[in-house]
C-alpha cells in the first residue's frame, strides 16, 4: 500500500497505441487518395468542357456574322491558336507550363462542319485515358476518343 502512494501513475501514449493509430490513419488514407485524385481529374475535364461549349458558342456566332466557321480560334477572340488552358480553365501561352491540362483546336473545319478537340496535356493525359481527348462538332455531338461512357458529365 505504501508503494502505491509512493509512485506516481504512468500516463502517456505507449508505441503500441502509436503504431495502432498510424495503422488506422494509413487505411483511411488508401481509401480517400484515390477518390480525391478521381475528383481532381473529373474538376479539370470539367474545365475542357466548358472551353468547348464556349468555342462552340463563338463558332456560331462567327458563322452568324461571316456565314461560314473559322478554323483559327484567335477569330473567336483567343489569344492563341491553339489554345492551352490551365486545370481551372484559364488560357495560357505555353503547353510546356506544369499548369497546363488541354491544347483546344479547330479541326475539319469546312463553311459549314467544325470539329473541336480537347487534347489533354500532361498529367492529365495519363490519369485520364479512359476519355482521353474530348471532341464537340457543329451539331454539339459530344464525344471522347478513350470511349469512356461519363466524360461528358
Do not use: H
Not at 468542357?49 to 462552340?56: E, F, N, R
Not at 483546336?105 to 489533354?120: D, E, K
Amino acid at each position: 500500500m505504501y508503494l502505491e502512494k509512493a509512485l506516481p501513475k504512468q500516463r502517456g501514449v505507449t508505441l503500441i497505441e502509436l503504431m495502432i493509430v498510424i495503422v488506422i490513419l494509413a487505411v483511411i488514407a488508401s481509401f480517400a487518395y484515390p477518390s480525391y485524385m478521381n475528383y481532381v481529374v473529373d474538376t479539370k475535364r470539367t474545365a475542357a468542357t466548358s472551353i468547348l461549349l464556349q468555342v462552340a458558342d463563338r463558332q456560331q456566332q462567327f458563322f452568324m456574322d461571316n456565314k461560314r466557321f473559322t478554323n483559327d480560334l484567335t477569330n473567336l477572340g483567343f489569344a492563341n491558336n491553339p489554345l492551352v488552358i490551365a486545370d481551372d480553365g484559364r488560357p495560357m501561352a505555353n503547353a510546356a507550363d506544369s499548369d497546363s491540362t488541354y491544347s483546344v483546336a479547330l479541326t475539319n473545319v469546312t463553311a459549314t462542319t467544325y470539329t473541336i478537340t480537347a487534347a489533354p496535356l500532361n498529367g492529365q493525359a495519363s490519369r485520364d485515358a479512359e476519355c482521353g481527348s474530348m471532341t464537340l462538332n457543329q451539331t454539339l455531338m459530344k464525344g471522347s476518343s478513350g470511349g469512356g461512357d461519363d466524360c461528358w458529365k
